[in-house]
């Protein structure tokens, strides 16, 4: 039905969910052509040719989009990731494609520039404010309020983000993320939102994602996921998703609706989106809605209508199919992102046979590679690898990933291999 369409892809990595865009389209009959700044990575998957682009040069790259487009038009527009989604709003506007407004797509992916849209819109909101990594902190260490929590205002996936009860939690916390922050892999960067942090106060209750699609403005619920694990810090290492959510119907509304409002809020008009809240008793409050699709593995998750992905429901909405009407598969479905539990050298696991042997496990998928240098959260971005569950209930999806991840021993030495000649 897509056959023949052409679809412009930016990323910022080659990694799983570009490799998983690359196969929908495969399947689905289209071309990609991909803009990326890791080109010298790209083994050319898709025989089309990446296009270079730099993320922290949008106006420059959008303009070398727009070139590239004389020789081929492109369909549709899609970015894996959050880097990418700026530039994709630029080049969108440029080529006439439907997406995101380029001033909703930056604020969608700064906590500062986010915080500020839900104040104006009156959306629930922590007391916040903002912090530049070169100030001396000890001021606002006294002001405060506890408990609240750290994090860097570009960085994704819970990299960063720490929580203080009191003013030396605080200090510690503030130099451990401009540490962070002026490592080399962030510097390269380039990015001017690496030179802040945010500061809020912590938000009790019960975590949730959503999983949707925008189309003129009106959101396509696709997914809500509970994290059933308690994410209460020091650290926020998301681990467990779990869909359908077993919330009540009443709270699952007011969820759906406050997206709805923070999505208005932030000007998000077309494509895909991953938003992220709590609930209390005060009612829902919102973390962040990313122009993006959920990252990493974790959209293997998800299986709609005649075992349709997502990133093939994704890229049919980009190039202007009509997908209101699809449906989400009616058994629970879960991941479990394996958390790295020190940092060391990669050796190994054991037990992989007995986890995909539980009930209820669909997938065993290790990512970590043996001698791969390991770094867990609040510094880390990446996980061991992934679990994945589907099964007639929530609770068995859940009870499944558990008990797989109690079957794995992984093996982590503490100092590096020796080299032997």
């Known amino acids: 039905m897509a056959t023949g369409k052409r679809i412009l892809l930016l990323a910022a990595t080659t990694g799983y969910q570009t490799r998983a865009f690359a196969e929908a389209a495969r399947k689905l009959g289209m071309d990609v052509a991909l803009g990326t700044d890791r080109c ?14 730099r993320f922290e040069k949008p106006e420059e790259s959008a303009e070398a989009l727009a070139q590239a487009a004389l020789a081929r038009p492109f369909d549709g527009i899609v970015a894996a990731g959050d880097r990418p989604v700026y530039l994709a709003a630029l080049a969108a506007e440029r080529l006439g494609i439907p997406y995101n407004p380029p001033h ?20 629930k909101l922590p007391f916040f404010f903002r912090m530049n990594t070169e100030e001396d902190p000890r001021a606002a260490a006294e002001r405060a309020p506890y408990p609240c929590v750290l994090k860097p205002v570009g960085l994704s996936g819970s990299r960063g983000v720490i929580r203080a009860d009191h003013p030396g939690e605080f200090l510690a916390a503030f130099e451990r993320i401009r540490a962070l922050l002026e490592s080399r892999d962030i510097r390269r960067l380039g990015e001017e939102q690496s030179r802040y942090i945010q500061v809020e106060s912590y938000i009790e209750g019960r975590e949730f994602a959503l999983e949707g699609l925008l189309a003129e403005g009106h959101l396509k619920v696709l997914a809500l996921f509970d994290k059933p694990d308690p994410l209460e810090g020091p650290y926020f290492e998301e681990t467990i998703y779990v869909t359908p959510s077993r919330e009540e119907p009443a709270v699952q509304a007011m969820i759906a609706e406050t997206t709805r409002e923070a999505i208005r809020a932030l000007g998000l008009t077309h494509g895909p989106i991953h938003a992220e809240m709590r609930a209390n008793s005060g009612g829902v409050w919102m973390l962040e809605v990313a122009a993006r699709p959920i990252g990493g593995l974790c959209s ?15 890229l049919l909405h980009a190039v202007g199919e009509d997908v209101r009407s699809t449906r989400l598969s009616d058994m629970a479905a879960g991941v479990m992102m394996i958390p790295i ?7 190994g696991v054991e037990g992989e046979e007995r986890a995909d042997a539980i009930p209820g496990m669909e997938e065993v998928a290790i990512t970590a590679k043996k001698g791969q240098k390991l770094l867990p959260l609040p510094e880390g971005s990446s996980y061991l690898g992934f679990l994945f569950a589907r099964a007639g209930s929530p609770a068995d999806v859940e009870g499944a990933l558990r008990a797989a991840h109690r079957e794995l021993r992984f093996e982590i030495s503490k100092a590096l291999p020796v080299l032997t000649p």
């Open 300 to 314: 293997r998750t998800l299986r709609f209508d005649g075992g349709m992905t997502l990133e093939e429901l994704i």
């Open 40 to 53: 010298e990575h790209l083994d050319d998957p898709w025989g089309d040719g990446a296009i270079p682009v």
């Open 104 to 123: 909703a797509a930056a604020a969608s992916r700064d906590k500062y520039l986010t915080r500020q849209s839900f104040q104006i819109a009156g959306l």
């Open 341 to 347: 539990p020190a940092g060391g050298i990669y050796e």
